[in-house]
Each structure stands twice: as structure tokens, then as C-alpha cells.
């Protein structure tokens, strides 16, 4: 009885958090000039529109690059960072948790103001990959520390010490032992970052150079003045990627380790 | 004295001297000096947070000594990284790699230290085959019971042929049956390889068995250091008794000493005692071993109300409240037709008081010394 009505409770669920993304991908399908609910019939014109289209196709690779570099950087500072979090105590450790757990709880358009003023002003660097990357990796941090801290702290630390005692050093033993175990919840972090750069708006509103935008905000302004179903074709093409990569992800063992963090 | 016991020998192989490593909350070892001989196994015994566990971190470099020295074969090691001292570990929990196979976690010692291929493929069959776990070379840790990932742990930690083997209560989680067989394989291997060896346990019996010396540890000092034999059969301490199950404490008074007897008044009786090197000062306290206790039995009796009985193999452990004194007295009884134990029920007790000696009942060196620090701390 009782497991009856939480699969219930869990199909409502899903349904609504499902049903937007159903919307939009179906949509794309619009043979008209509308973005019709249900569509009036079944084509591709959009697709092949969205891929024809200079401005879509230059965001997109725009916000891929950015995600990419934000990829990167996040792991390069994200993986010395949790190793801190969760080997170490002391004051530094407490640190390392403020700085990295800080821009969970200030607003982002906050951030996002003072990253446009700092790097305009401050350091005069103004608007485009740079700043984008920067911002970006700041607000990213957070998450993919907590990945991949939460994976790092199932890792049992007598391995690291039994490789120290065969003769392991320290480095060695990170990268022979600790690193190896780590892979899925490395993983979960890029996969997790690339999305949180790729997703934002906010940080790219502020941070964004005029003709260098990103997919979320090229998306959003042609919605401003066109209707047609490029948008929807780019939603559902982007849903598809999404979902492979999920895929994949949970393939490889990366998903848990972000479930665990939501469950915290 | 205890502390220092025959530790002093310079030629023991492997030497800890005066060695500190306090820790915030109050655990850690404090001025420990051991000694073990080449091929000899150093049991460290106490109960958890006695100290034995930083004892035996400290030897392998996982901890950092605050104060004193570690030495093997005369090269001073207080100060070396863990991978450069060529120690061998067995973890309380195995720590075997679990991405690598049985044969990949026995190798990764000879990788670390750049052994050909060839000879890696050889040297890890011939420890696989001593533990006798050449059949599961391909298995990965996850695929074996306890006893078997137990027995991997061992053969990479010997396989890199250590200068010291440390055993951190390897056998702690595992099955009594398993426990008392791997025991005693243990020992053979140990033996058969010639390795110096520590060993951590809190189980007396495990210490017995592996030891061929015995440092009964407290509040981070040794309390007393000898042979299984030595320990078990004449323990200095009452703390050692005690930990040890060695017998019945008994408190004592003195009556009168010279220079090689003491008189004692105990259980209403006044016995003598050989007065011996280690002890001095009043007698305050007997050990009677369990042998010379017994429900019925020849001699003079006491009489007493048994208050509880638990069997075990050979015979029952039986605690017997004595009327007059009001001192409990467990005895080992073995069971035999004509014995009823029914609890509740009067028996009569025979006490062989020949068989007692006195024991030290003292604050150990560590306790005072913490007092001692806390009312510095406080001072300062």
C-alpha cells in the first residue's frame, strides 16, 4: 500500500519535471512557422535550420569551448581541493571550505555583478572567453568540489598508507592507488561542471561581449524577436546530447557520486 | 625498570628509544624504549588507546614522532618518509588495492622499487604460494573472504622481503576459527622468513601465541616487557594480571618483612612470600594463578555462595562470593559427574595460598607523567 502510493507520488514527479523538456522536443517537430502544442505535422526543417544558422552554430561552439576550458580548470583546482577537504583538518581545511562552499549561498547575480566590475575595472579585461571562463569556474567550483570530495571520502586512506609502506611515495601513491578510484567521481565532476557553464545564464549576462555570446543567451534573445521552432530544435538536439552523455556517465560509475551530494 | 626491561641490549635489530608522540586528546605513547632481536616478534598488548597502534605508526613513519629515535639495523629511520625505510604492513582492514588483481597488489611493492618483470612474475607466485593463495592470482580483492584477502595482505607485505614486518591487528576481523589457524600460520611464516617483527593486538591469547616477547601497554607506556612465559606465568603488575586473566587479585596486608621474606595477612591467613628483586616496598596485592583455586579440592576450605557459572571448553569458569572476606573468587573448574554447580548454592572453596605472589598495583610511569603535565599545562 504504502509502496504503491510513493511510486505515485514519484510518477507526478517526474511527469512535471519531464514534461517541459517533452514539450519543447516535440515542438521542434513543427512542420509551420509556430511553435505549436501538439505540432501540426512531422518535420526536420528546423534542424536543418538551427544547423544553418551562423549565429546558433557560433554560440553553441562558443559555450562548448568555454565549457570545456571550465571543464579543465574546475578538475585542476577541484581534485587539490577536495583531496584538502577530506584528508586534512586544521585551519587551512576551514578555509578551503569557506572559499569553496561560499558562492553556494551568495546569490549569482551578486557574483555576477562583481565579477563584471572586477573584470572590467579592476583587472580590464572586460567581456569575452576570459572572463566567461573565469566566472564560470568560480560558481562551478562548488559543486564539482562536493563531487568529487563525496567520492575521495569513500576511498579507505590505509590504501594510500599500504602503498606508502611498499615503497610508494607520496605522489606515486596518489596517482597509482588514490587517482584510479577516483576516476568515476573525476568524472562525475567534469561531466558535472561542463553542465553547470554550458546551463548559465546568469554569470553570462553580465560577462558577455557583444557577438560573443553564449548558447543560453543566443537562445533567449532570438526568442525575443522570432517564434519559429529553431529554438525547440536546438532544445531537443541539445536534450539528446544531454541524455548520451548521462549515459555514458552512469556507465562509468560518475552519476552516484552526484547523487550522493544531492542527498546531503 | 619494567619499562626498559632487556630493551637495552644494543644489538637488538630493531630499537625505539625514548619516543614521544602525544596527541591533543591525550592518547599517544610517552618515553617508550623496546627493543627486538633479529627474527624476533614484538607483540605490543593493551587495551584500544593504550598507545600500541601510534607505537607501531610511529616505527613505519605513518606517524611522526614527536620526540626520541627509531632505529633498524643501526640505521637511525626516525625521520624517514615511509616509502624509503623498507618496512612491511598489514593493515587492521587489509588495505588491499581493489582495481588491482591478487597478483597486481602482491607486485606493487617490487614495481616501486623497479624489479624486472620477470623477476616481479616469480617473487609473487613464490609469496602466493607461502600464504597458499597461488589459486586466486587473478581474483580481485572483492572476490575473496576475509581469511584469503588476510592472507594477500600478508604475502605483499612480505613479498618486497621488509627489514621490519608490522602487523596491525590483522586477524582482529575475522572468524575465531580463522583467527586461531592464521595464528598460528603466521607464526610459521614468520618464522620460516626469519622477519623481525611487531605485532598490535588487544587479545592476551593472539599475544601468547605470536610473541616471542610481550610489552603489556598502558595509558601510552609500557607497563611490562617479557617472554609469553614470563608475563603469563609471573606478571609484575597487577594491571598484567588483570589484562591477562592471569588469576585472582587478592588485597593483602603486611605484617612484617626482612630481607628476603615478607609476611602478608590475606583471607584471614598470614602467609610468606619470597621477597623478590622487582618488588619493593609494602605488598599490597596477591596474584593467585586460576590453578590454585578450586571448588572443593584439597586443604583448608572457605566457604562462599556461587554467584555465577559459564562453561566453556574443558570445564566452567565459576565465581564464588566468600562468606567471611566479601572478596570474589573466580575459579577454573573442570566438570566432572560428580560436580553440581547450581547457582545460588554454598560451596566450599580450597585456596592454595603457596601459589600467590605479590603484584605492583601503581600508577603506571604514563598516568603520572600525564598528571604531571597537566598540572604544567595549568601552570603555564
Redesign the interface.
Known sequence: MRAKRISIYNMVVSVVLIAPLIVAVVVAFNPGEYMLFPPDGFSFVWFAAVLGNEAFMSSLLFSVQVALIVMVLGLAIGVPAAVALVRNRGTALTMTRFAVLGPLVVPEILLALGMLILFTSGLGIGGGLLPMVLGHTIIALPLSVQVLAAGLAQIDAALESAAWTLGASRTRAFLTVTLPQALPAILGSAVFTFIVSFDNINISLFLAKPGEVTLPIQMYEYLGFRADPTVAAMSAMLVGLGLIAFIIASRLGAVKHIDRVGGM | MDTNGNADGKNDYLQIREVFKVYGGGGGVRSVSVGVGRGDMLVLLGPSGCGKTTLLRAI???AEVDSGTVSVGGDDITRA?????????V???W?????MTVAKNVG??LR??GVDRAEIDERVATALAMVRMDQFADRKPKQLSGGQQQRVALA??IV?QPRVL?LDEPLSSLDYRIRVSLRSELRRLQKSLGVTGVYVTHDYSEALALGDRIAVMRDGVIVELGTPREIFVRPRHRYTAEFLNVGNLLQCRQVDASDDVVRVEVLGQTISLERDGATTGPVEWLCLPHRAARIGGPGQRLTGRLSEVEYEAGGAVCTVMLDDAGVEIVCHQELDADTTLEVGGSVQVSLDLSEAFPVLDEPTAGAMLREQMTVEEIGS
Request: glycine share 10%; proline share 7%.
Open positions: 613505519a613513519g605513518l618518509p615511509t616509502h624509503r625505510r623498507n618496512v612491511g604492513m593493515f587492521q582492514t588495505a588491499l588495492f581493489p582495481h606493487y611493492g616501486m622499487q605483499r607485505a618486497t608490522l
